[in-house]
């Protein structure tokens, strides 16, 4: 194969079958977006009707979540390519900058170095901005109501902080917002930038993916969410 040839066989390996549509990338992170708060609001019942009990899991809430998040989404990222939700609504997780990785079957796992990333994006980026949210909360409601202390380098800290990070949320938000306009807009292969941190981008999975999974046994990988009709043979 020369040159010319082979250029054109790398160009040809991503078409507008295997991308997703804006619509399936952003239900899938609307799904695991869905799933905290219910839980959420699941735990603070139980911790209310019996604090003795279940109060450690309200105020160890984002932390247990955490974990549990972090053993789900490594199951799926080893077993299919994917996360919870992206392998739910049918789709797999490729190295952005090697098409040819496209050809990789999403049974076999995403390789050490992008499993690694992704699985920091996809648990530990989420755990930390909750964590912000809620310091800033916290700092807002003792800014409004408690005596105000004399000046001391840590109150000048918070100051700044409660002043600083509405902005800091409104510039991450507007982030995300503009990938997904470039997605739609078919400017960008990432609908978010924590996909192109992880150097990955998602396609559909493919015929092959699906046959592979069918031959995995169910205790291994239950069968569910979407998923493409495979041609009649």
Request: include cysteine; glycine fraction near 4%.
């Amino acid at each position: 194969m020369n040159m010319a040839e082979h250029g054109a066989h790398l160009t040809g390996v991503f078409t507008d079958e295997d991308r997703p549509s804006i619509f399936e990338v952003v239900a899938q992170d609307n799904l695991m977006t869905a799933v905290r708060p219910a839980l959420q609001h699941a735990v603070k019942v139980l911790a209310e009707s019996n604090p003795a009990r279940y109060g450690f899991l309200w105020h160890w809430f984002d932390e247990i979540y955490a974990a549990l998040d972090l053993l789900l989404q490594h199951r799926y990222l080893s077993l299919t390519s994917g996360s919870f939700s992206e392998n739910f609504y049918g789709l797999k997780r490729v190295n952005a900058w090697n098409k040819k990785d496209l050809m990789r079957l999403a049974s076999k796992g995403l390789p050490s170095k992008l499993y690694w990333k992704s699985l920091f994006m996809l648990v530990m980026v989420p755990y930390l901005k909750t964590k912000l949210d809620r310091i800033f909360t916290q700092m807002r409601e003792e800014d409004d109501y408690y005596i105000h202390l004399p000046e001391s380098h840590w109150k000048r800290f918070c100051k700044a902080f409660l002043a600083a990070y509405p902005f800091v949320n409104m510039a991450w938000e507007g982030w995300f917002l503009t990938y997904q306009l470039l997605y739609i807009f078919k400017k960008t292969y990432h609908h978010s930038p924590l996909l192109l941190l992880a150097g990955v981008r998602l396609v559909n999975l493919r015929g092959e993916d699906i046959r592979a999974f069918d031959k995995m046994p169910s205790f291994v990988y239950p069968q569910q969410g979407r998923r493409p009709i495979l041609p009649a043979k």
